[in-house]
């Protein structure tokens, strides 16, 4: 059964919280001002409603916590690397970047009758802080007194991997040197990935 915004809302704060990590107060507070509670994680591609971003943010924390007692039994040398206090900064906060963008508008289609009806959408706004995406999250959060590790900062900062990146060669050579420093920065993008391509997708797979 799926869960309500205010049970995603309780397992949200209360895996953050238990992190006790310096900021995260105030963090949680910024959240709801800006909200990200309520906010959609896409404009349409994936948790496209109401609570979406809050759902895949947890979406993608409980992959990454399947993916490290996978990686542990393989590869017990990265244990140390992907605590579960980074796991769970690093999964629940990486989007952050998408609060406040999406803007509910009214578009236009067809219906069955092949007749034009308005329907309201949401559409991507990012005048008010375009910053990009990886590092509008680190920004945020460290404006408002979060306390990340630099590994915290790389995973967040990469997390949309070949999306993120430039032609520039710097790019890739940053991109190819965080995900080389921690294995933080392919864990997450593995689990958000796998969130958002499998388990939120809304379409039948054919085999």
Same mark, same amino acid.
């Given at each position: 059964?799926?869960?309500?915004?205010?049970?995603?809302?309780?397992?949200?704060?209360?895996?953050?919280?238990?992190?006790?990590?310096?900021?995260?107060?105030?963090?949680?507070?910024?959240?709801?001002?800006?909200?990200?509670?309520?906010?959609?994680?896409?404009?349409?591609?994936?948790?496209?409603?109401?609570?979406?971003?809050?759902?895949?943010?947890?979406?993608?924390?409980?992959?990454?916590?399947?993916?490290?007692?996978?990686?542990?039994?393989?590869?017990?040398?990265?244990?140390?690397?992907?605590?579960?206090? =980074?796991?769970? $900064?690093? +999964?629940?906060?990486?989007?952050?970047?998408? @609060? *406040?963008?999406?803007?509910? &508008?009214?578009?236009?289609?067809?219906?069955?009758?092949?007749?034009?009806?308005?329907?309201?959408?949401?559409?991507?706004?990012?005048?008010?802080?375009?910053?990009?995406?990886?590092?509008?999250?680190?920004?945020?959060?460290?404006?408002?007194?979060?306390?990340?590790?630099?590994?915290?900062?790389?995973?967040?900062?990469?997390?949309?991997?070949?999306?993120?990146?430039?032609?520039?060669?710097?790019?890739?050579?940053?991109?190819?040197?965080?995900?080389?420093?921690?294995?933080?920065? =392919?864990?997450? $993008?593995? +689990?958000?990935?796998?969130?958002?391509?499998? @388990? *939120?997708?809304?379409?039948? &797979?054919?085999?």
């Amino acid at each position: 059964m799926k869960k309500t915004i205010d049970e995603m809302l309780k397992e949200f704060t209360d895996v953050l919280t238990v992190t006790h990590r310096k900021g995260i107060e105030n963090v949680l507070a910024e959240l709801d001002k800006i909200g990200f509670f309520k906010a959609p994680a896409s404009s349409m591609f994936h948790c496209d409603y109401e609570g979406g971003l809050l759902e895949h943010s947890l979406n993608v924390y409980h992959q990454m916590m399947r993916l490290r007692r996978v990686e542990f039994e393989m590869h017990p040398d990265v244990v140390g690397c992907v605590t579960n206090e =980074s796991t769970a $900064i690093v +999964a629940l906060l990486h989007d952050v970047c998408k @609060a *406040e963008i999406y803007k509910k &508008v009214e578009k236009f289609r067809k219906d069955k009758d092949n007749k034009w009806e308005k329907y309201l959408a949401w559409k991507a706004d990012h005048s008010q802080l375009p910053l990009g995406h990886g590092e509008k999250s680190v920004i945020r959060l460290l404006r408002w007194g979060l306390e990340l590790t630099d590994e915290e900062i790389l995973a967040i900062r990469w997390h949309m991997a070949k999306w993120d990146l430039s032609d520039y060669n710097d790019a890739k050579q940053g991109f190819n040197a965080a995900c080389d420093k921690t294995p933080l920065v =392919s864990m997450l $993008i593995a +689990a958000d990935g796998l969130a958002s391509r499998i @388990a *939120e997708r809304t379409e039948t &797979v054919t085999p």
